[in-house]
Nanobody, 123 residues
Framework: QVQLVESGGGLVQAGGSLRLSCAASGLTFGSIAMAWYRRAPGKERELVAAISSGGSTYYADSVKGRFTISRDNAKNTLYLQMNSLKPEDTAVYYC?????????????????WGQGTQVTVSS
């Protein structure tokens, strides 16, 4: 009943941009915390950015100033605008959600996950 579907991944050249989208269903969008995580080859899944139901945000140091997380509650959609992409941004990106009014930055607290979308940045 709860479903998160990511889209927008692909292959881009270093310095380019992509916008990822996550369409959510089965949740009251106005009362959930959401986040983008990524898993690069040979590495653990890591938090990229998070956003609360009220719009508070968190960014990993590695993406701060380059990525922007946002949400459109009317469209039940989460976005990640990625600019100035680097080869080290190459990873599978996952959308996550949990029923919460707080900003959630702990992976284990997220109950729902998308299938992931591949982002590949060439040098």
């Amino acid at each position: 009943q709860v479903q998160l579907v990511e889209s927008g991944g692909g292959l881009v050249q270093a310095g380019g941009s992509l916008r990822l989208s996550c369409a959510a269903s089965g949740l009251t969008f106005g009362s959930i915390a959401m986040a983008w995580y990524r898993r690069a080859p040979g590495k653990e899944r890591e938090l990229v950015a998070a956003i609360s139901s009220g719009g508070s945000t968190y960014y990993a140091d590695s993406v701060k100033g380059r990525f922007t997380i946002s949400r459109d509650n009317a469209k039940n959609t989460l976005y990640l605008q990625m600019n100035s992409l680097k080869p080290e941004d190459t990873a599978v990106y996952y959308c996550a959600a949990v029923r919460s009014f707080s900003l959630v930055t702990t992976q284990r607290e997220y109950d729902y996950w998308g299938q992931g979308t591949q982002v590949t940045v060439s040098s």
